[in-house]
């Protein structure tokens, strides 16, 4: 099975091709989600206005710098 990519409280960008009609890219994960049937993992997002929305892992990128391995 597999793991999330992102965890809860981390701030990630939506990516372009995804317009968000609030006008900010940027969300807050605020609840993990399980797989669609096609296996594609999912996410609940916050945007500084309030606003949720679902998003696919596909659909995010992180704005945090990548943890080192092992950390």
Known sequence: MAEHR????????MMHRYPDPAGSAVYEVVRLMPATANGE???RVKNPA??????SE???SSIEPAMAAGS
């Open 6 to 13: 992102f965890r809860v409280g981390q701030q990630v960008r």
């Open 41 to 43: 993992l999912h996410y």
């Open 50 to 55: 309030g606003q949720e929305r679902a998003a």
């Open 58 to 60: 596909s659909q995010l």
